[in-house]
């Protein structure tokens, strides 16, 4: 073999681990960053679901606060 075909295959060989190297690196980065965003999402709804307890709680004492002293909402 040749010192030019010596030099081309381990050229080429050393391209391809690199390439398939990078490809799998990529791939565990964009893998990381989707779950982060499942993380976010899980978050995000956990928040939604506590305001929405709160509005109904504070709906619920507005009622009964009404029930104990009428307002008037004319002058508001």
Do not use: C, F
């Not at 690196?25 to 982060?36: K, R």
């Not at 004492?61 to 104990?68: N, P």
């Amino acid at each position: 073999m040749s010192t030019a075909s010596k030099v081309t295959l381990a050229t080429v060989s050393v391209l391809t681990v690199g390439i398939i190297y990078g490809v799998h690196y990529i791939q565990e980065l964009e893998q990381q960053t989707m779950y982060q965003g499942v993380v976010k999402d899980v978050e995000r709804q956990r928040i939604k679901k506590d305001r929405i307890d709160e509005l109904l709680l504070q709906q619920r004492l507005q009622k009964e606060y009404e029930s104990v002293q009428p307002v008037d909402r004319k002058n508001s």
